[in-house]
Each structure stands twice: as structure tokens, then as C-alpha cells.
């Protein structure tokens, strides 16, 4: 998995990186497309005007010469193919000479919104897009015509159709991408201009965040998705004389289609090899991990007995495996005398050394099925609080271990020696007469008398003595006989060792 993860990573942060630099890519050279457009076409509408200043200068005086004005609209008309009309008009708005000539050498008024803005500005201008007298939408622009003096005898102008033949439509059209990009103009009112679709040419385009950059007057490049709800990949630049847009743009994922198909052939060559790569590493998993599964499920079983023969088996075939199979080999050893020494744990007081409750309980229930009579004894210091009390529970904690060691210096090895709380203790003598019961206990006694306890000086214990089935033929009566004993030692004055009467069927025990 990892090995098919990590191939399957690759392809896609590959495709990843190629798709975000294409798009990038592409942004850009739209960007840079449509500034060199935008640049041209500043170009040409400032030659354009340049051309009409210059005929306007030659044209002050010479406004009554009819002949001259319309050879002059006409040498601007087909010279230099501008415009595909031009025609001079007056202060009034009359037409003075127009080419081509539309109305047969008739006398017309100028009155389409271009003549009209041009008259009422006197000055050069780019007119927005509006339809013409014969039904064209046009762009007309119009230089002044003035005398020396600075009297305004009216304007010389030409039109640029955009939804006809034009050198507007040459100019951009000449630039067109055969790669399914292409670009368009939109005039300060988000007007088309310019569209490799003449229908759409005169529309309004709404809602589009270039169109909105753009007539900003910003230049950049964005991705977007157009009013037709397509992804696209535009740049765009302004053009500064005519406040117009210019916007380049391409389909993303026509952009992205060839990436697309690149990929899926280098995913088609590189299948097979990547199929038997992945066979390869699944088998050398198998191989490496089969020792390891072998220790893995003796692992499981690392408690029993057995588990450290079926470590012994693996046949580990490189070193990594082989050190895993002598640490656990190292690891079952220590289990086992780890789970000896819980055990212990569990069975012995963690202060004294002595045996609990638990291994208490777990005697007598031997000592009683295998009818093995006992003594039981039960122990206190006295005076045990005044201990604490005086020097703390420090070194009550040091007589509390002293007093265990005396109690195993003065008891067999098979002498069941327990603390069953506090200062308490018991011990359970198997095999034992009252007579054995009762020395032992006297011998414990005078031992702790004499002893000097670190610190604490001296110390005196109490000891209460009972015997099955001497005393009760009932176990738990037996530790209740031992237990009221130890309290008639303490309240006879301590330091004593009291010892339960027989059952009536046998002689009294004598303390």
C-alpha cells in the first residue's frame, strides 16, 4: 500500500503541478496578448486622429474649395484603409464631403449621435458605438477643423464599422489563436465592440469581473467563469485613448485537455511497470514480515510455558528479525520472573515482607481441607499510636518492619506469618500443640521486650492464642478466640499472652 500510495502521490502531485503551471502559463500569456493588443490598437486610433489633425490643419481655409474637400475625404478613405468612412461637416452639421459618397452629391444634415457629440464638444474625439445613417454600428472619430485664429469651422471625422469589414476587425482579428483562444473588446458601458462572433458584437455584457476590472482601467489576469457559466482563463489590458477593454481568454479545460490526455499516456505506459514493481515489494513484504508474524503471534503467548521454545523456532533470515527474536527470548525470561515476583506482590505486605490477607485465607482453606491442625495468634504493639504520635509515622513504619523480622527470627520456615492491618498481625503455626503455641508466643514476646527499637526505644506487644480443633472445632471461631484473647492480654495490662480455653471435651491451655 504504501509503495502504490506513494506512486499514485507522484502522478497526482505531478498532474498537480503541471495543470496549476499551464494555467498559470496561459494567464499570463493572455495577459501579455492582450497588452500588446491593447497597445496596438492605442496605436492606431492615435495614427488615426494624428491623420485627422493633419487634414484638419489643411482644411481652415479651404472649406468653400468642394472639390478639394472631397478629394481629401477621399484619399483618407482609401489610403490608408483607417477608415471606411470619412466625411468633413460644418458649425451647422451640414455634410461638406463624404466618401463613399451615400447620398448621390445631395446636401445632408450630420445626424447620428458621433456628428451630434462631435458638434457639441468641439474637440478630438472617440465616439461610443451607435448606429449609423445606414444602419452600421459604428465607432466615429472626429478631429476639429479651426483657423489660425482659433474659430471652429466644424470637424473632419471617419467611421470604423465593427460589425462589418474593418481595420479594427483586421487588426484584432489578424491576432486570433487557432488554439480555441480568442479575445474581444468592450467599450466604457461593457458595449462588445469587437467579438469573433459578429452577433454578439453591440451586446451587453453583465456580471463578468474582467469587463468590470478592465473599464477600471486596470490591466492583469484572471481565472473566471464567464456569463455562460464556463471557466476561462483571461488576461486583460486597457486601451487608454479610447477607454475601451481589451480581454484575451481561453476554455480552461480546453487549455487543460491536452495535460489531461498527456497524463493519461504516461499513466498507460508506466501502468505495467508500476503493476510488477508493486508485486515485487508485496512479495519482499511477505518474505521480511513472515518472521516477524512468527514472533508476533508467539508474542501472544509470551506467559505460558512453551513460549520460549516457539521463539526458539523462528528461523529469523535477517538481522533486524534476528535481534528481535533474542530480545524477546530476553523479554520472556523476564516475564516470567516478573510475573513471580507480581505474584509475590500480591501475597506479601509491601512494608514487613509478611503475607496478607490474601495468602491468609488461601491457609486456611488448605490447613482445612488437608486437616492439618494449627495455632493461630494474634498480635498488636501496644501502645502503637503513642509511636506515631511522638515520632512519627516514619519510624512507626521501621518498628512495624522490625517487629516482622522478629517474628520470622522466632518461627519456622512453613510458619505463616501475616499482617492483617495497621499494628495487627497473625500468625498460623500448622502442626503446633497449645503447649508449642504458647512457648513460641512467650518467645516472641520477651524478644520484642528486650529489643531496642531505633528511636522508639522500647516496645511491648500483646498476644492472644487459640488452637483447632483444640479450642472450637470451627475455623472462623478460632480467629474470633484469638482475636477476644489479644483484647483480654490488653485489657489485663498489656504485654501478655492469653491463651483461649479448651473445648470442654479437653483440658484449659495455662498462659
Known amino acids: 500500500m504504501s509503495a502504490a500510495l506513494t506512486l499514485v502521490n507522484s502522478l497526482y502531485a505531478s498532474y498537480r503541478v503541471q495543470r496549476q503551471l499551464l494555467i498559470d502559463n496561459t494567464l499570463e500569456a493572455n495577459r501579455v496578448y492582450a497588452t500588446k493588443l491593447a497597445n496596438s490598437t492605442d496605436v492606431f486610433l492615435i495614427a488615426a486622429r494624428q491623420q485627422l489633425a493633419y487634414s484638419a490643419a489643411l482644411l481652415a481655409d ?23 468612412s470619412v466625411a468633413i ?28 457629440e462631435a458638434l457639441a464638444k468641439q474637440q478630438p474625439l472617440i465616439s461610443q458605438p451607435y448606429i449609423s445613417l445606414a444602419g452600421n454600428l459604428v465607432v466615429f472619430i472626429s478631429h476639429p477643423v479651426v483657423d489660425q485664429a482659433g474659430h471652429y469651422f466644424g470637424y473632419i471625422g471617419g467611421t470604423l464599422y465593427l460589425k462589418k469589414k474593418s481595420i479594427l476587425n483586421d487588426l484584432l482579428g489578424e491576432q486570433y489563436y487557432h488554439d480555441g483562444s480568442y479575445l474581444y473588446v468592450v467599450d466604457q458601458n461593457r458595449r462588445l465592440l469587437y467579438h469573433p462572433d459578429p452577433a454578439r458584437v453591440g451586446q451587453i455584457v453583465h456580471g463578468n469581473p474582467v469587463v468590470e476590472a478592465v473599464i ?16 476561462m482563463l483571461a488576461g486583460y489590458a486597457n486601451v487608454p485613448s479610447a477607454h475601451w477593454g481589451i480581454v484575451a481568454q481561453k476554455e480552461t479545460d ?14 498507460r505506459n508506466t501502468a505495467p511497470l508500476g503493476i510488477f514493481g508493486l508485486i515485487i515489494v508485496w512479495w519482499l513484504a511477505r518474505l521480511i514480515s513472515r518472521p516477524l508474524l512468527q514472533l508476533a503471534e508467539s508474542a501472544q503467548e509470551m506467559q505460558s510455558p ?5 521463539i526458539e523456532r523462528v528461523k529469523p533470515w535477517y538481522y533486524e528479525a534476528a535481534q528481535l527474536k533474542r530480545v524477546m527470548l530476553v523479554g520472556v525470561r523476564l516475564l516470567h520472573a516478573k510475573i513471580g515476583l507480581l505474584t509475590s506482590e500480591a501475597q506479601t505486605d509491601a512494608l514487613t515482607g ?16 488437608e486437616q492439618i491442625p494449627f495455632a493461630a495468634v494474634a498480635v498488636d504493639i501496644d501502645h502503637f499510636k503513642r509511636v506515631n504520635d511522638n515520632f512519627g509515622h516514619g519510624i512507626g513504619d521501621q518498628v512495624l518492619k522490625r517487629l516482622g523480622e522478629l517474628m520470622r527470627i522466632n518461627t519456622r520456615d512453613d510458619d505463616v506469618l501475616c499482617r492483617i492491618g495497621g499494628e495487627e498481625f497473625l500468625i498460623l503455626l500448622p502442626n503446633s500443640s497449645p503447649e508449642v503455641a504458647l512457648r513460641v508466643s512467650e518467645r516472641l514476646r520477651q524478644q520484642v521486650e528486650l529489643t531496642l527499637f531505633k528511636t522508639a526505644g522500647h516496645i511491648t506487644i500483646s498476644l492472644g492464642v487459640a488452637h483447632w480443633p483444640h479450642t472450637s472445632s470451627d475455623i472462623n471461631e478460632v480467629l474470633k478466640q484469638a482475636d477476644t484473647m489479644l483484647y483480654t492480654a490488653k485489657q489485663s495490662g498489656r504485654n501478655k499472652v492469653v491463651a483461649a480455653p479448651a473445648d470442654p471435651r479437653e483440658k484449659n491451655l495455662v498462659s
Open 354 to 369: 509478611l503475607y496478607n490477607r490474601r495468602v491468609l485465607d488461601s491457609s486456611l482453606e488448605r490447613l482445612k481441607a
Open 254 to 267: 480546453a487549455r487543460l485537455g491536452a495535460l489531461n490526455n498527456l497524463m493519461l499516456d504516461m499513466l
Open 216 to 231: 477600471r482601467g486596470e490591466n492583469g489576469k484572471k481565472r473566471l467563469i464567464n456569463s455562460k457559466g464556463v471557466s
Open 306 to 310: 512453551g513460549a520460549a521454545g516457539r
Open 62 to 84: 479651404q472649406l468653400e474649395n468642394k472639390q478639394m474637400l472631397q478629394s481629401e475625404v477621399r484619399r483618407l478613405q482609401l489610403q490608408t484603409n483607417s477608415f471606411n
Open 89 to 116: 461637416v460644418d458649425e451647422q452639421g451640414w455634410i461638406l464631403a463624404v466618401s463613399p459618397d451615400l447620398f448621390a452629391g445631395k446636401q445632408k444634415m450630420a445626424k447620428t449621435p458621433g456628428a451630434i
